[in-house]
């Protein structure tokens, strides 16, 4: 089962998805998410990724 399944969201809104592509356990941010690190999650979300 999807966690995405479970949710019930309105038809007609748009909803945006947040991603963070961390790197180990250091103080520093990693780099930004880039659309390759986006979509390793395309199996998971339904709909499109921009």
């Known amino acids: 089962m999807n966690i ?8 007609g809104a748009s909803y945006a998805v947040m991603c963070y592509n961390l790197y180990g356990n250091g103080t520093e941010p990693g ?3 880039d659309l390759e690190n986006i ?11 921009e």
Do not use: P, R
């Open 31 to 33: 780099t930004k998410a």
């Open 4 to 11: 995405y399944d479970a949710l019930d969201f309105s038809e």
């Open 39 to 49: 979509n390793l999650y395309d199996g998971e979300m339904k709909g499109e990724v």
